[in-house]
């Protein structure tokens, strides 16, 4: 139990539509990261949002974005979505120095 | 351009043995490795890190071994059990002090297996 909660677990979009994942974690965790992990790769670092400001951005286009709110809950949003971009979305939330992960969001685009 | 590499697609093991997972990386401005464990349908699980500051840390049955003129790293698990089968994943990460910021680099990951 990582204290890291997403939704929705399972999701299917067709290609152009938008999506939104949500990721709520522990209270007094202000950094949250989102990493996407495409089949039998490792996850890749998208971007990281520290008390409600973006403070790092991995190799995603704009279309990939983000919002961090006070109670400790963020989105990630994807327009106008690709074939590519079917893969699992972590949320990670840091706290005592480690990192914690969620479960991930399975997208897959049709 | 993959910055951190597990050249090892998997790994078998029997129970009671020595695993060893490898890793090596490019990026020299990395200061700061971790391992995670990940089971299907669930999120990757801190395991170990190790500062560049060290070149061993060990908690338990896990040992990270940094070799930092190499820039490699690996992981030992002794005694393996059936338990630890799971895709282990090495992450590294520019950080300060030797803590984790979050934006960290993940090799593509080697599934280990465990045999009874």
């Known amino acids: 139990e990582t204290g890291v909660t997403q939704s929705p677990t399972h999701l299917i979009k067709t290609r152009g539509q938008q999506v939104t994942l949500r990721c709520s974690s522990q209270s007094g965790h202000n950094t949250v990261s989102w990493y996407q992990q495409a089949l039998g790769q490792g996850p890749q670092f998208i971007f990281q949002y520290y008390r409600e400001e973006e403070n790092g951005r991995g190799n995603f286009p704009p279309r990939f974005s983000g919002l961090q709110f006070p109670n400790y809950s963020s989105e990630l949003n994807v327009n106008a979505l690709e074939l590519d971009d079917s893969a699992l979305y972590l949320c990670?939330?840091?706290?005592?120095?480690?990192?914690?992960f969620g479960e991930g969001s399975r997208l897959t685009v049709l | 351009d993959q910055q951190v590499k597990q050249n090892s697609p998997s790994l078998s093991v029997q129970e009671g043995r020595i695993s060893i997972l490898n890793c090596d990386y490019t990026n020299s401005m990395f200061d700061y490795f971790l391992w995670y464990k990940k089971y299907p349908a669930e999120g990757p699980t801190f395991l170990i890190s190790i500062s560049s500051i060290k070149d061993k840390n060990e908690d338990g049955r896990f040992t990270v071994f940094l070799n930092k003129s190499a820039k490699h790293l690996s992981l030992h698990i002794v005694p393996s059990q059936p338990g630890d089968s799971a895709v282990y994943f090495c992450a590294a990460e520019e950080g300060f002090g030797g803590t984790s910021y979050g934006k960290l680099t993940f090799g593509q990951g080697t599934i280990l297996t465990v045999h009874p």
């Open positions: 990670a939330s840091r706290g005592g120095g480690e990192l914690f």
